[in-house]
């Protein structure tokens, strides 16, 4: 016989909320200590609140705020007027200076709890500009019959659906402050029902919309989306199937690319490429990730998940040689061409799987001083556990996420013998609950 679910209880309920979690809710225990742990959205710690449950799981619960009964010092009033129900941003009602300080802790806690390790000193935070700087990201559209209007955003609180945005304040302006009338402007448009995203991308020099289209596009749609993107300065391309399908549309060829200005070097992409989306902030990345490594004049360095070159290359000014590995093929194509642009002939690139075996590879065998990594969000356990780790004085880890970073620092801390330098917050997404971190670890 099939299980009935019960009907969730939406009884409204006042609590205390005692923490933050990773995501940027409340948490709350409602039958005190001992009770069951309830995620709370909107809430913040230190405030009492209403709230209302709105989901029901076996070790958690969760629920959204009604009403603030009292307050933290710390809340301020969102800027944006789409706080609360799109999930691009969950942080706007926490006070700038102290989103970092949550993340920092966020960063110590998962050190602690999964990595059973702890860092010798915990870095000063990385911090930028709080608006206006998200260069790169992928908007959904849909076309809502019901409403008779297209829409144009981020995802909701509710993943099903898609935020009504007339803005984005943390989009760079000239494309934040036009997302209300991108999406006026594909309600006009033949195939307003078969555009189902839009990935924007920014260099120095020129922003690129690449549109994403289930069907072909008319002639009056292609002329209207040249006019667009020449009335609002938009380069405009095309992607009617994969990646590799994107071909502009207009104009006929457009430059993407980068200054790193400390290191006199330009770095040229393609508009689906992964950059890192906080420019400024990327700056200051990179100079204290090549602070923290120390490399000198004669030593080498292998950079693992180098993507465009964004660290290989700014190390190749500094160091004696330098050796890029990364798994997208298009990627390392793009970073040896950077290498040749900027007249760097000490740094080296290879394509690979790095979640496989790379043991009998050439870079594999060379010997290096030192190592630094920038892993997707899954982390590098698997490359880490091949390499012959003792060959490093220092390794920099930088990371996008705080749980896959402790369970790799203690394996290189509790199972490889090193040491847990030191560990500390980056703000690359302000006003998000996303975690960028880096930490050092040496020899013992």
């Known amino acids: 016989m099939a299980r009935t679910r019960s009907r969730l209880d939406r009884t409204p309920f006042q609590t205390d909320i005692l923490d933050l979690s990773h ?8 039958d005190g200590e001992g009770g069951k742990v309830t995620f709370i959205t909107g809430a913040l710690p230190g405030e ?49 200076s102290q989103q970092i300080v949550a993340k920092q802790r966020v960063l110590i806690d998962n050190l602690t709890r999964i990595g059973h390790v702890s860092p010798g000193t915990v870095l000063p935070p990385l911090v930028g500009d709080s608006w206006g700087y ?15 209007k297209t829409l144009v ?40 029902r078969d555009i189902p995203q839009i990935e924007f991308i920014a260099g120095d020099d020129a922003i ?6 289930m069907q072909p596009l008319s002639d009056a749609d292609r002329a209207a989306w040249t006019a667009f993107g020449q009335e609002h300065g938009f380069a405009i391309s095309l992607q009617p199937g994969g990646v590799e399908s994107v071909h502009p549309l ?77 798994g997208d093929a298009g990627l390392v194509a793009r970073a040896k061409e950077n290498a040749v642009r900027n007249g760097l002939e000490n740094a080296e690139f290879y394509a690979a799987d790095l979640t496989q075996d790379q043991r009998q590879t050439p870079w594999m065998r060379q010997g290096f001083d030192k190592l ?32 896959s970073l402790a369970r790799d620092a203690g394996y290189l801390v509790n199972e490889q013998g090193f040491t847990l330098v030191s560990a500390g917050a980056m703000d690359m997404f ?15």
């Open 48 to 96: 009492v609140v209403t709230a209302e449950p709105t989901a029901r799981n076996r070790h958690f619960d969760e629920a959204r705020t009604l009403e603030v009964v009292q307050a933290s010092p710390q809340r301020v009033t969102p800027r944006c007027p789409h706080f609360g129900v799109c999930a691009g941003c969950v942080l706007q009602h926490l006070e700038e």
């Open 208 to 213: 690129m919309l690449t549109i994403r289209h």
């Open 250 to 326: 207009w104009p006929a060829e457009v430059p993407l690319s980068f200054k790193l200005a400390p290191w006199d070097v330009e770095l040229a992409f393609r508009p689906l490429d992964f950059i890192q989306v906080n420019a400024k902030l990327n700056v200051q990345m990179i100079a204290h990730a090549l602070a923290l490594l120390d490399a000198g004049p004669d030593e080498r360095v292998l950079d693992l998940f180098c993507g465009l070159g964004n660290f290989t290359l700014p190390l190749a000014r500094t160091v004696r040689n330098v050796v890029g590995v990364e």
């Open 134 to 148: 998200r260069r790169k990201g992928r908007f959904s559209v849909r076309r809502v019959e019901k409403k008779d």
């Open 430 to 444: 302000p006003h998000t609950a996303h975690v960028e971190s880096i930490a050092v670890f040496e020899k013992r």
């Open 153 to 192: 955003g981020f995802r909701e609180q509710d993943p099903r659906f898609v935020a009504d945005l007339s803005q984005c304040l943390t989009v760079i302006p000239e494309i934040g402050m036009k997302v209300g009338v991108l999406a006026e402007f594909i309600e006009t448009l033949d195939g307003k």
């Open 372 to 403: 630094l990594l920038d892993p997707p969000r899954s982390g590098a356990i698997e490359v880490l556990q091949q390499l012959p780790l003792k060959q490093f004085k220092r390794i920099v880890y930088v990371s996008c996420h705080p749980g």
């Open 23 to 30: 995501d940027g809710r409340g948490v709350a225990r409602r």
